[in-house]
């Protein structure tokens, strides 16, 4: 089984906003994502016998795809309860939302039943080891503009989730 979901490509000034953010709290007990696989999720993943007909579809998208404007406006653990990861997060707008839902429809998959909530995430963790630091919560200012929309398929080792690019729609 192939497990893939769609997400958008970051630029990278934004990956090197991030960058600079995580420097500056290098010493959290958390396993920070990998800047290769750092991506904003736009369709939730899914399984499939072959990767080959979402190929397709992500194809047939050529000239659909215009830029995506994100303005992420917070850093923080999601559910502080038992944080599992820490997020950087905006508010959804209208064309995103829009675009969003016709994915859903062009890849066949349902929308979720949470409403959406662009993020990105930064880093996993284990509740216990950032109990001291699970109600921090980092206003910020990025405003982000992403030029491609990708395919990935996800791929679980003993090192975690790695992500792999199968195709690129590019505004």
């Known amino acids: 089984m192939h497990r893939l979901f769609i997400g958008l490509q970051l630029p990278d ?32 993943p899914w399984e499939v016998a ?10 047939s998208l050529n000239g659909f795809f215009q830029p995506q404007t994100v303005q992420f406006d917070v850093i923080k653990f999601i559910h502080p309860e ?34 959406f909530r662009p993020h990105v995430t930064m880093a996993r963790c284990w509740a216990d080891q950032v109990q001291a630091l699970k109600d921090q919560v980092e ?8 030029n491609g929309l990708i395919l990935y398929e996800s791929r679980i080792d003993h090192f975690g989730s790695r992500y792999k690019a199968l195709a690129t729609v590019s505004a």
């Open 13 to 44: 000034s934004f990956n090197q906003a991030l960058a600079a953010w995580r420097m500056q709290h290098v010493d959290w007990p958390v396993r920070w994502t990998r800047a290769t696989d750092l991506h904003l999720t736009i369709i939730a």
């Open 50 to 59: 072959s990767p080959q007909a979402a190929i397709n579809a992500m194809q």
């Open 82 to 115: 038992e944080p599992r990861m820490l997020w950087v997060e905006g508010q959804p707008n209208t064309e995103l939302l829009d675009m969003k839902q016709r994915l859903h429809s062009v890849f066949e998959r349902p929308t979720e039943e949470q409403a």
């Open 139 to 146: 206003t910020i200012s990025w405003p982000t503009t992403c």
